[in-house]
């Protein structure tokens, strides 16, 4: 009895195809016309080495691409490049003449645009899960491109709805693959999100879908996603089967961990995987731009990571526990101290995490209350003690990696969980100080702006004795600590001021200035300044006996010797009689005298 093989599924990697081959012959300078040549040609080829050629001339015969004619990965290249070669005639138009004034032109570049569309959709269905030829990246990579195309013609006929919701399809795709591959593929994947964005935007705008002027691409795709119905959580199911799928094979060359200058062993399978999951997720976070509501929901996704790998590490423990309590040895003791650890990185990561969500969350309430989103609220003193929830929940959680099973160990991450601490219990008071003096309870204020320098002054202390930090420091740097002084110190002066002018100081201040006299005669005694030669008998005025007269303000005007040097230009330009001045010195004036000088006595104004 004979067995039937499962047949090998072939790969078709359509980004990593269309990169190289758009980048090679012509796209790089936008040469629409040599990229179409080269599909051409390639095609040809292709014809040639299956031996699928049409003919020529009379004998020409029609040989159309079905799943049961695909026996080799070079059939669906051959459906590819015809996509590509359709695209790349109707871009070569559209260089041509840009304006596509003419109709002709205009209809032939749509005519070619949808040529492309349509192949790319029967690439779509011979890559289909259906069909059974390819892989499943290769199916999901055939599925964007289609939809890429589909959006291109949408686009152009000025579809905007449907272009959205095919773009963000893509848009879907090509992010959910850059998790699951090589870090190649991941480039390629993050390359075409740079280029579909801004046609998802356009579409947005055309659409009159901005919040408060911007657009959110985010919130675009996931609008787009709830419109299109079940057909899309199908989608996203195997692509999540395609991601975990990847994950587990990475997971198997994941054979240790590093933190904190350790290596961890990781022999747990599950664990390991986790641990992948949550990095991964972290990674996302990492480079996630976008609201504070789609930041929020992004880090409940890596706590809850992180959750599950908490509880594969617990598991680990429990199985290890209970194989040491029938055999005990060395090696059973270090494998037990390198799980603790881990699971002290496992719950580090989540309260580190955990302290980065409500850091986000603080940022977003201090923007409301004083930054440019800053409103005229009646119950600000309350939005003021949210945010100093915030940051107690801050101190809680590094309260919470003080505590944590080998911490106390490391000296040098103690000291920077201490010195954070101290910084966040900082800014809890600076906050706490400025909810008391939005409630006019200034004495209050002034005496937790104090509180909160001695912890900025503690902290500067120890940042003297600090050794260089590590690359997974969480040590506080100087730029924050001087952010936090330079709060303290101003916000410190504006409380000052309010109490002194609401305690009653800053009475009649406009008739005290009024009364003021700058005439010198009303001072009885010259300033202490002039008079520092002499013991004084009074430093006060009788003027103002409670006021020390130190200066004379403002200062009395004075001369100033100085030498008038335009008397030296003017001697040039004046006319003096030279014979009235002879005659008064009894030197009269010889006749020849003016022919004296010569041709050199005019040279030097000699008359």
Known sequence: ??????????????????????????????????????????????????????????????????????????????????????WGYAMEIKALSVALDDTRKQTHYMARLKKAAKLAQSLEDLCSSKAGKVDVRSTLDAQAYSALMSAYVSFEAQEWQKALEKFSAARAIYDKLSLAGTSHQEALCHAALDEVDPNIRFCGYRLRLAKDGVINVEELVKMSDANKGSGSDVLMREIENLIAQTRKEKAQDLQSLNWRSKTLPLKNAKLATAILAAQETASQLASAQGSTESKQELFDKVLQAYAEADKQVK???????????????????????????????????????????????????????????????????VQYQNLVKAYDNIVQNLAAIQELPGVAADMKLLSEVENKLTFYKGWRCFFTATAYSKLSRHVEAIALFDRAQAYATQIRSNLGRSSKPEADSIDVTEQELADLESKIRGRKCQVHAAWYLEAGHGENIEDKLSSMSLDEKS???????????????????????????????????????????????????????????????????AQNEGSSGGWFGSIWGRK
């Not at 040549?37 to 004998?59: A, S």
């Not at 429990?318 to 040895?329: M, R």
């Not at 030498?563 to 001697?571: G, R, S």
Request: net charge neutral.
């Open 523 to 589: 001072l009885d005694e010259p300033a202490l300044i002039k008079r520092l030669d002499t013991y004084p008998t009074s430093i006060t005025s009788k003027a103002n006996p409670t006021v020390p007269h130190l200066v004379d303000f403002p200062p009395a005007l004075q001369a100033i010797p100085a030498k008038p040097l335009f008397f030296d230009i003017a001697f040039n330009h004046m006319d003096y009689n030279h014979d009235a001045i002879a005659e008064r010195s009894g030197r009269p004036k």
């Open 1 to 86: 009895m004979e067995v039937d093989q499962p047949k090998a599924q072939f790969q078709l990697d359509i980004l990593s195809l269309t990169n190289e081959a758009r980048n090679a012959y012509g796209l790089r300078r936008q040469e629409y016309g040599r990229y179409r040549h080269h599909c051409t040609q390639r095609l040809h080829r292709i014809r040639k080495t299956l031996g699928f050629t049409h003919g020529k001339d009379k004998t020409f015969i029609s040989r159309p691409i079905t799943a049961e004619t695909v026996t080799d990965e070079k059939y669906l290249h051959l459906v590819l490049f015809q996509a590509e070669r359709a």
């Open 315 to 381: 598991k680990a423990l429990k199985e290890d526990a209970a194989a040491a309590a029938k055999v005990k040895s060395s090696k059973s003791e270090q494998n037990t101290a390198e799980l603790n650890m881990v699971a002290t990185y496992i719950s580090f990561s989540t309260l580190k995490h955990s302290i980065d969500r409500n850091l986000v969350l603080a940022k977003d309430i201090y923007n409301k209350l004083e930054g440019d989103e800053a409103t005229t609220d009646k119950n600000e003193d």
